[in-house]
């Protein structure tokens, strides 16, 4: 089922799962004007269906020590599928490297950085994005502050 065939009782419940993964579904189905055992079927068809992907907790970078971010653009010296691979499965073993877009541009990739402060990026700059499989340049941009951060 596509998201543009869903009704509005499960759009609503994707937008208040999406702000509040943790609320109870008594208080879902008072939100959304179902009793609980529906409620509870449609949130099942959600997840069956692709809509919710998972549940997690989300934390304070900050508070972690992870307060550093940057983002790099990337260009390649190759981007034949088997390149792209072979840096699209390095970057994945990367815990720093938050997001990795593929990006249509004057660069390849899009990569979002986080790290403790400028001589920790430094050292993952240096010692492995740079040296990850085909890339040819790399441009940084440093974060003075996240405006909109959404998940």
């Known amino acids: 089922m596509k998201f543009s065939e869903l009704d509005q009782i499960d759009r609503k419940?994707?937008?208040?799962?999406?702000?509040?993964?943790?609320?109870?579904?008594?208080?879902?189905?008072?939100?959304?004007g179902l009793s609980k055992t529906p409620c509870q079927m449609r949130i099942k068809k959600l997840q069956d269906e692709g809509y919710i992907a998972g549940y997690r907790a989300v934390l304070d970078p900050t508070k972690m020590g992870l307060g550093h971010v940057t983002f790099i653009e990337v260009k390649m010296n190759d981007?034949?599928?088997?390149?792209?691979?072979?840096?699209?499965d390095a970057i994945r073993k990367i815990p720093e490297i938050e997001m990795c877009h593929l990006i249509a541009g004057g660069f390849d990739y899009l990569l979002k950085v986080r790290t403790t402060n400028i001589v920790s990026y430094r050292e993952i700059l240096g010692e492995v994005i740079s040296s990850l499989p085909y890339v040819s340049s790399t441009s940084t941009h440093v974060s003075m502050e996240a405006v909109k951060d959404d998940l």
């Open 79 to 88: 981007t034949t599928p088997k390149a792209l691979k072979a840096f699209n």
């Open 13 to 32: 419940i994707l937008r208040i799962l999406q702000s509040d993964g943790r609320i109870s579904v008594t208080q879902l189905s008072e939100k959304v």
